[in-house]
């Protein structure tokens, strides 16, 4: 099971643990079980780190207004059968398959009706990211 290390939570609020805390045990841990070793690549940020790894303002990943985010990477399976498997049987905010960093985003709300399920897979063409709906 991830722990507070593995999810970067050892700076973060009570709030954003809570939050992040929904994700893992949805998405995360059940994902891990079933798809063997994932690793985290980014968890929650600070303003700071978030800065820092060029995220946007509204980040997910800053674990703010209900929502939480973390970047994948499998090691005992492929990112198309990770994204899949949480694709179908998971309910989410976002699930972006992002073949540039070769990681699998996935970022839900506690509340579920926030829970729209945008699904797409993010390529680089040209030196510009594209977003392809799934």
């Known amino acids: 099971y991830f722990t507070d290390k593995e999810l970067h939570l050892l ?5 954003e643990k809570s ?3 929904t994700l893992r045990d949805k998405i995360l841990n059940p994902a891990r ?3 063997g070793v994932i690793v985290c690549t980014s968890g929650h940020r ?4 978030n800065v820092r790894a060029r995220g946007s303002a509204n980040s ?3 674990c703010k207004s209900g929502y939480a985010a ?3 990477s499998p090691k005992e399976c492929t990112l198309e059968e990770l994204f899949y498997y949480i694709k179908n049987n998971f309910s989410y905010a976002e699930l972006i398959l992002e073949w540039d960093q070769n ?3 996935v970022a839900l709300n506690v509340d579920e009706k926030k829970n729209i399920k945008r699904t797409s897979i993010r390529k680089s063409v040209n030196g510009n ?3 392809y709906p799934v």
């Not at 700076?11 to 709030?15: K, L, N, P, R, V």
């Not at 600070?46 to 780190?49: I, M, S, V």
């Open 60 to 62: 997910r990943h800053m």
């Open 11 to 15: 700076d973060a609020t009570e709030e």
């Open 46 to 49: 600070n303003k700071e780190h």
């Open 129 to 131: 990211l594209v977003y």
């Open 33 to 35: 079980v079933a798809n």
């Open 103 to 105: 990681i699998v985003h």
């Open 19 to 21: 939050n992040m805390y």
């Open 70 to 72: 973390a970047d994948l």
